[in-house]
């Protein structure tokens, strides 16, 4: 039973351009985490997702971020008009149950110049 | 403040010594804590869990919580050089899964 995946493990991207990041949760997980780690801080919660519905979206910065879950497909973090600061690592984690453990990726690294 | 504080480190023991790493926290709420373990380059992979005060032992790993002074703490006895990788305490922030991380304590183990 293959992990989280998750693609691209690295991104390097311009400021103004999008990012896209990808996550493929294990089989028979339908419960979808994104946290972000910033250089020497804890990861932090971002978004939390079922199949077609975003359950709670506290922790996602009001602009230029966005998630999606679709039926079919990976869940995707999308972040428009990257910039500097955005420079993190993106974790994707997935659990069967709402309070299942979780199991995180490996991470994508996203690079802003 | 920050919710959950955790002492980054680095710290450096020899191998068999016994580790003490160490996490306060400011709300009370919500009290489900975690012990996450992350290699470099890797994704966190949960290495205990606890609800209650007290000990919880898991082979070498110990996980204790003491709630009057808001103290978490792991141990790790006999620590080998596969132990070095860097410890997050975490607990529930309120939601399924909405853990809130303390920063990381980055540890090596020397043989």
């Known amino acids: 039973n293959a992990g989280v995946m998750q693609n691209p493990r690295h991104l390097v991207r311009r400021r103004g351009q999008e990012a896209r990041l990808r996550c493929s949760p294990m089989?028979?997980?339908?419960?979808v985490y994104w946290y972000r780690q910033l250089p020497e801080e804890g990861l932090k919660f971002m978004v939390y997702?079922?199949?077609?519905?975003?359950?709670?979206e506290s922790g996602m910065p009001k602009e230029r971020f966005s998630a999606e879950f679709p039926k079919e497909g990976p869940s995707i973090l999308r972040i428009q008009q990257v910039v500097r600061g955005d420079s993190a690592a993106y974790f994707c984690?997935?659990?069967?149950?709402?309070?299942?453990?979780?199991?995180f990726g490996e991470g994508s690294r996203l690079t802003v110049l | 403040q920050k919710e959950v504080e955790q002492d980054p480190g680095p710290l450096s023991v020899p191998e068999g010594a016994i580790v003490s790493l160490n996490c306060t926290y400011s709300?009370?709420?919500?009290?489900?804590f975690m012990w996450y373990r992350q290699y470099s380059r890797k994704g966190p992979e949960l290495l205990m869990y606890?609800?209650?005060?007290g000990n919880k032992e898991d082979g070498r790993f110990t996980a204790q919580v003491d709630k009057s002074s808001k103290y978490i703490s792991l141990f790790i006895r006999d620590s080998q050089p596969s132990d070095s990788a860097t410890y997050l305490c975490?607990?529930?922030?309120?939601?399924?899964?909405?853990?809130?991380f303390g920063q990381g304590t980055r540890l090596t183990i020397n043989p």
């Open positions: 984690a997935s659990s069967p149950t709402e309070a299942g453990e979780l199991f």
């Open positions: 975490a607990k529930d922030g309120g939601g399924a899964q909405k853990l809130v």
């Open positions: 997702l079922q199949k077609e519905n975003i359950i709670d």
């Open positions: 709300n009370s709420a919500f009290q489900y």
């Open positions: 089989k028979g997980h339908s419960h």
């Open positions: 606890t609800y209650s005060s």
